[in-house]
């Protein structure tokens, strides 16, 4: 008999399934036209709630469904995070679909059950719900992203999305299924204790398999290929969603998988691939003009910064990379919201072009985006200084001298087109002459909370960073 | 007052931080913005005078000291001071920012509230850089005076204006980020990011692994140095970012930024690493030496003023970098000197030229010519100025060189023969500018009807004009305080290097005779 | 133009009567005024002084003194009565003078065409080398070319990685195909040491 408690160990995730179903149930039944702002406020209603179920399911630590779900420190970390993502993407979403026309109810229904994927793959620890819940995430994301259907290129980049996504996600199956035939058992625990043993060519083909799978997730190189397409193509909260959650999700996973299981020979794969991934994500990102491509190879050098904490391993490196996401999350989210704000109907302006003047036409826009741009390029007050610095700092921790000065360095290009975006915005004159429409209510308050998020976490880190490091120590327990 | 002492140095960093936020509520109406941030930035002139007023001279160490823990995983502390050496550089800073705010008056029409709100965050990290006692929190400030300057230079400029402000930002950044990495490994070997902690832990051998990285700490702490001081070859990004920066911009780049690479280099690279310090003085040297000359023969055929003075500070930057790296007491007095005297005299030169650009827009030399006659109040100001820039004794700029030559020369000879003949480039620079610019009949007829200065214009220049006579005939009102502070960097560096200076007491007293009453 | 050469003389009389030499029988007041400065020095040179020459005796300094003191004034008295009499006395034999010298006039009245020399020789070269070699060679030329061309190296190399991005689907297969194929074989190598 599964004990209540087991129940209150999925709180949130049940929470929103509910919430998500109900908002499949009532879509047909409300007007077409104006129905969906209710659709919306139910979602946002369900977000909250989930957050209290995390605040309850965070009095509840422990193993539920016969050691398949496990409640930790790390666990309920990240669905805080998840939870602020969905947040603020709803609250865009509000008048991002208004102006966009798209009147699907269902949008809202996926997001929620997209983000139930995400939470239940933070708190898995059994290999195979973990293919589970990233199928969940990943399915619907595949469809939000292809939500703007008059347009060719959403549609073109959720199919692209699908078909690579399904091809990584099965290099991950294959790897579930070698570890299963090494070790005898798909909990992450369980092979822990497996592996203590000489672990078996086996085990590291799957290693490799699973990095490959997870690896294409959050868009690392070599994997990273399908990022600036799909970010072009997708509604720009949809990228805000799919940058940050599934991103943070499928860290989550790749540090249990290579962490906690105690998996070999993950070291060099993992610094390759940060060395890579900032490599091209900085470098790829100097010529582009368009802002969605632009922030889609940032992602991708961000994903480097990340697997470079990952290859300090140990409580520093994973609590750097913890805090990371959870920065990373923050200003990401609320870059993609003003995007989505300003690119108005059909998207049409998403040029750097389009943001010149920016300053001048709308400040309070301008001045949270140059924010999140100079969080983004690890300027001192921001959340994504004391990211990058306690990436670096556990990297040097580790002795990783090269890839710290990799790093560095890249920073340092980095901040090149992201300076381009704030030259834009006060330093060149306007050629559109498009007012930018006020900033909706819903918008407001979803920037707010990644603004003081961002700030926050530069100038009172300590806080998050117990969390974080309370979240290693869970982990590797 | 125990409160007050205790907070002081806090009060003075983050005052214009609170007034950039008030600023961001205010309406937008351009004359109360105006007076708001001129009285903020007086406030702060004021709080920052109890600093010196209070200072105890010759006290061991640094004073003022606030430590408070700010974060505990990483061993993060919120820990400031001041001492001899950078106490000066912080009123220097509150003293040149009122002045900035006066120059700006009528020159900044659009966008005003911007403009101030960047000039006084851009305050408190300035003040910032020169308080911090924990690398991290020097480090913090450091990166974060690029923005607002960056901005101030690429919103507010002149032409080529985006150029100038992608190139400083860049290239400063790039650099510092090397000096990022040598803070972190110093945290990992150490434990700690205090500087203090930091020293001991360095002179008593008890850093793991310091023997192999000492020279790339050195190097990587000195690369972002040598970038701000600028040095040659780092230094092209000066030039344009003067020529394109506005007024107030150039006075505080010129005043007080470049001062951070070289109060960088004496706290950091000679007090950290004393021993890599010594072992690189020579190529370090040579290359201040190759900047005094070159920027000077650079600077001398310059067609646009601005640009001409901008090289002016390469070398007489490269003169302070001679004065550090001599050792001696009086050559790194002097440099400390020579810092605060270059703040004022070129943050004067800079101002003067912004008054000249606000009522012809030109900085091309060859667009003027006779101004002393229809200008002979701005002529004499400029006079003023530039022979103090020129160094001439009686006036601030002779002091600080001839400290930075005595210790040059007793250093090496060679040294002060080759710096000594930049005494006579910046004559023959400043005085040949002078000549096409103010002396001899007015050529352009553009330049006949130019309004001499008014009472604004001249209220900002007179404390400048002051502060140059007063450092130039009583400097030990300002070595008092410096000397002692420098003589401890100085013992601690003999220390830990175990090299006698050579005697200079005879030299210093004699010095210390004819000025000091 | 008068007043200050009055006042200048006026000091210069006053200057002159509190520092009257002992040779003319005066007390002199500026002789030891600026001796502390030196007093540093004192015991050196005092010294050397003793090692290595007897210190002269006061009367062959008085004479000394009288002598220099008499040819400076008489220097001055010459120069004085000279300039009376050619552009006071005699005002055509300055004009005579020079006409009959010729050339010579001329090169004297160039000051010996040094300025000339000096700019041929100094200030041009001087300049030309800090214009063109200097600024335009080095600094333009060659520094900031070198950063320039940095910068446009690396947006150059960025557009390269841009071809990656070629749209095609079954290439970004390829890509994660060939990214998989090298991460597998690698772990495949590490497994089997």
Known sequence: MIPTVDYIRILPELVLSVFGILIMLLDPTLPRATGKKTLGLIALVATLAGLAATCIQ????????????????????????????????????????????????????????????????TSAIELVLIFIALEISSISTYILAGFRRRTAESSESSLKYFLLGSFATAFFLYGVALVFGATGTTNVYGIAKALQTQPSLL??????????????????????????????????????????????AAFAVLLRVLFATGAPGWFWMVWVSAALSMTIGNIGALVQNNIKRLLAYSSIAHAGYLLVAFAAAKQTGISAAIFYAASYAAMNVGAFAIVSHISSRGERYVSLDDYAGLGRRSPVLAGILTIFLLSLIGIPITGGFFAKFYVFSAALQANLVGLTIIGVINSAIAAYYYLRVIVYMYMRDERVEAAVPRIPAGLGIGLAISLIATIYLGVLPGRVLEYALRGAQDLLK | ??????????????????????????????????????????????????????????????QYEQNVSWITHPNIHYHVGVDGISLWLVVLTTFLMPLCVLVSWKSVNERVKEFFILMLVLETAMIGVFVALDLFLFYFFWEATLIPMALIIGMFGHGRRIYAAVKFFLYTMIASVFMLAAVLWLYAHVGSFDFLEIQRAIQQGAVPGFAGAAKWLFLGFFVAFAVKVPMFPLHTWLPDAHVEAPTAGSVLLAGVLLKMGTYGLLRFNVGLFPEQARANAGWIVALAIIGIIYGALVAMIQPNIKRLIAYTSVSHLGFVVL??????QIGMDGAVYQMLNHGVSTGALFMLLGMIYDRRHTYDIHEYGGLATPMPIYAT??????????????????????????????????????????????????????????????????????????????????????????????????????????????KQFEAATQASAPAMTHLSNAFMTVFGR | MVVPLIILGTLSLIGGWIGVPKALGGADHFEHFLAPVFQAYAPAEAATHAATETAPTEDEDRGLELALMGTSVGVAVIGFGAA?????????????????AGSVYRLVLDKYRIDELYGAVIIQPLIWISTNVFWRGIDVGLIDRGVDEAAAGALDVSDGVRQMQSGNIRSYAGWVTAGAAVVIAFMVWRGLR
């Not at chain 1, 509840?60 to 309920?76: I, L, P």
């Not at chain 1, 991002?96 to 059950?113: D, K, M, T």
């Not at chain 2, 009807?449 to 004009?465: C, G, K, T, V």
């Open chain 1, 58 to 121: 965070a009095q509840n630590y422990g193993d539920a469904f016969f050691g398949m779900v496990r409640v930790d420190a790390f666990s309920v970390f990240f669905h805080f995070v998840i939870l602020l993502i969905a947040l603020v993407v709803i609250l865009t979403s509000f008048d991002y679909l208004e102006v966009q026309q798209i009147h699907s109810g269902e949008y809202y229904g996926l997001v929620l059950f997209g983000t139930v994927g995400m939470l239940l793959m």
């Open chain 1, 203 to 248: 085990v590291y083909l799957a290693v490799a398999l699973m990095f490959v799978g997870l690896g294409f997730k959050v868009a690392s190189a070599p994997f990273h290929v399908w990022t600036p397409d799909v970010y072009e193509g997708s509604p720009a909260p949809v990228v805000a969603l799919m940058s940050t959650g599934p991103k943070a």
């Open chain 2, 1 to 62: 007052m125990n409160f007050i002492n205790e907070n002081i140095v806090t009060i003075v960093t983050f005052l214009p931080l609170a007034g950039a936020l008030l600023l961001l509520v205010f309406p937008r109406r351009a004359r109360d913005l105006r007076y708001f941030a001129l009285g903020i930035s007086l406030v702060t002139l004021l709080a920052s005078l109890h600093l010196p007023w209070h200072f105890q001279r010759g006290a061991d160490g640094f």
């Open chain 2, 323 to 328: 004065g550090i790296f001599s050792f001696t």
């Open chain 2, 381 to 490: 100001f400029f006079t003023f100025i530039m022979l103090s820039s020129v160094g001439l004794p009686l006036l601030n700029g002779f002091v600080g060189e001839f400290m930075i030559l005595s210790g040059a020369f007793l250093a090496k000879q060679i040294w002060g023969i080759l710096a000594a003949t930049g005494v006579i480039w910046s004559a023959c620079y400043l005085l040949w500018m002078y000549q096409r610019v103010f002396q001899g009949p007015v050529t352009n007829p553009a330049n006949a009807s130019l309004r001499d200065l008014d009472a604004r214009e001249q209220i900002s220049l007179w404390p400048l004009a002051v502060a140059a006579l007063v450092m130039g005939v009583a400097p030990m009102l300002w070595l008092h305080s410096i000397s002692p502070s420098v003589t401890v960097a100085l």
């Open chain 3, 84 to 100: 009376w009499y050619l552009y006071y006395k005699r005002k055509d034999l300055p004009a005579k003078m020079a006409a009959s």
